[in-house]
């Protein structure tokens, strides 16, 4: 016989891995006072069934009152059961921490009813009403008349952190970790408008028209280009081009008449010609009167010199802004993170109800970039309309739940389940990492699982064992559920000779109160 002695917080999932290395047959388990298995006594029934499964008998040691309390009442149970059938009782969880308590669920007391023999034809026909009467109650009672059992189970908190795969290209496997993924896609368009930063001085050249003298004796052609240059007060040069060709002529000598001497004397007269000419840069200041000097670049002043034949006037600038190939850059950047930024929004929009999307997993491909403007365009500002097509990975919730199950049903023993109604599930996505995924293809996330494991039982098929059954026959069912601690069951209206338990499942309730 080998002795196991228990620490006071050991449930009953440590107390079991304790007792499975242990090849003695026979074990004495002392358990101390104010165990936590005492809070329960499905705690030792299950240290006790799951030890006959390897062979092994337990026998418990305590001091505790409440726990050998619980003893008592196990071995009670199983005289009753090797002497006859017990009776239908319920156990609460304050009865066993003072005393024994069951209580039964009796039948009222049929009520007698005599029949007299009729002995005319009123009381035949007397008769004959009120059995009809009895019958429509009774049909009356068949369809209005519900049950409800109520099962209160022992249960037991079960917490899971697991990192899961989810994989657009794998299968849900728990014994990998791994959940099914779908992709889905959706399309999206926006439009973005930003000021320029460029910045160009545009205008116009000032025109019009110069004449050219010539004080040599030799014709001379000036080709279109030739500069001709003014010379401001502040000894600022400006030029101009003229437009065209020009031929000027040479001087010409001619002898007249001096009054004064009274002979004849040469006079020269230079020879001229007009061409039009156009300033070399755009702005108001190139904008002269008509009779300013001007020089022929390249030539002596005694030969050539130049004169405005007329005001030279539409000179002007401005400075504009313009598109530079930053302002496109910065526009296409800033729209396309937008639109990024919208895409968990959307998706979201777009899938069903039973889908979770792993947001951040997304993946665009832009489909459409068109700016109203180029590089050095004249412009204030400059627009962008994109259009992108988005990818985002999802789940089903429903595979989730599968494969958590999947993956904690080694935890849960025999005759138990896990508890629907107090199941909860958190997700995170892990993110980009050196130990973590995250793609439109796959992703890696942390699942928190934390729930309850309670007896399995089986609504739908507990109303098909109970359907029809007396209140007697109804209370055995109940009262046979393995690992509940008492249950109760309620049949309404409760008239006496017509109170069994409906034979339409629809009738039937099944509550299963968690402790």
Do not use: W
């Not at 009120?130 to 059992?149: E, H, N, P, S, Y």
């Not at 437009?243 to 007249?256: G, K, L, N, R, W």
Request: charged letters at 30%; hydrophobic letters at 35%.
């Amino acid at each position: 016989m080998t002795r196991v002695t228990l620490e006071i917080h050991d449930d009953v999932l440590t107390t079991l891995f304790k007792l499975q290395n242990i090849n003695d047959s026979g074990i004495d388990l002392e358990v101390p006072e104010g165990s936590v298995l005492f809070d329960n006594i499905l705690n030792l029934k299950l240290i006790e069934k799951e030890a006959e499964k390897t062979g092994k008998t337990v026998h418990f040691i305590t001091k505790d009152r409440i726990g050998n309390n619980m003893l008592i009442m196990m071995d009670e149970a199983a005289d009753t059961q090797s002497g006859g059938i017990p009776e239908m009782t319920a156990i609460g969880a304050a009865d066993i921490a003072t005393e024994e308590s069951k209580f039964k669920l009796k039948m009222p007391a049929m009520p007698k009813i005599k029949i007299k023999t009729p002995i005319n034809a009123k009381s035949y026909i007397f008769g004959l009403v009120i059995a009809g009467i009895l019958f429509a109650v009774a049909l009356l009672l068949t369809r209005t008349q519900k049950a409800t059992a109520t099962i209160k189970v022992a249960s037991q908190p079960l917490a899971r952190s697991v990192t899961i795969k989810v994989s657009s290209a794998d299968s849900t496997d728990a014994s990998k970790s791994l959940l099914k993924g779908t992709i889905v896609s959706t399309s999206l368009e926006s439009f973005k408008e930003i000021p320029t930063t460029g910045e160009k001085l545009v205008g116009a050249k000032a025109k019009g028209d110069v004449k050219i003298f010539n004080y040599t004796d030799a014709d001379k052609k000036f080709k279109k280009g030739t500069v001709l240059v003014y010379e401001d007060n502040d000894e600022v040069e400006y030029k101009y081009l003229t437009t065209e060709d020009v031929e000027i002529p040479a001087e010409t000598i001619e002898m007249v008449d001096d009054a004064d001497l009274g002979v004849p004397k040469e006079v020269s007269t230079p020879g001229s010609g007009t061409v039009e000419v156009e300033a070399s840069e755009i702005g108001a200041k190139y904008n002269i009167d008509k009779g300013e000097k001007m020089s022929v670049s390249g030539q002596k002043s005694s030969n050539f010199t130049a004169k405005t034949n007329e005001e030279l006037k539409g000179g002007k600038s401005e400075t504009v802004k313009t598109v530079k190939a930053d302002d496109l850059t910065k526009l296409k950047n800033e729209l396309l993170s937008e639109i990024t930024n919208n895409v968990d929004t959307e998706m979201t929009k777009k899938i069903g109800k039973s889908q979770v999307l792993i947001k951040g997993s997304y993946k665009t491909t832009i489909t459409k970039e068109v700016y109203n403007h180029k590089v050095d365009d004249e412009s204030d500002k400059v627009s962008l309309t994109m259009a992108v097509q988005a990818e985002e990975l999802t789940y089903l919730k429903s595979d989730l739940d599968k494969l958590m199950d999947g993956m904690v049903e080694n935890l849960i023993p025999e005759g138990f389940v896990l508890s629907d109604e107090d199941k909860e599930i958190k997700t995170e996505v892990l993110g980009n990492s050196t130990n973590s995924v995250l793609s439109s293809e796959k992703a890696d996330i942390q699942v928190t699982l934390k729930t309850y494991i309670v007896p399995n039982i089986v609504a739908d098929d507990l109303k098909k064992e109970l359907k029809g059954k007396s209140v007697s026959q109804a209370e055995k069912i109940l009262g046979g559920l393995s690992n509940i601690k008492g249950y109760a069951l309620d049949i309404k209206p409760g008239v006496p000779l017509f109170k069994k338990v409906p034979n339409n499942e629809n009738q039937i309730e099944i509550i299963i109160e968690r402790e």
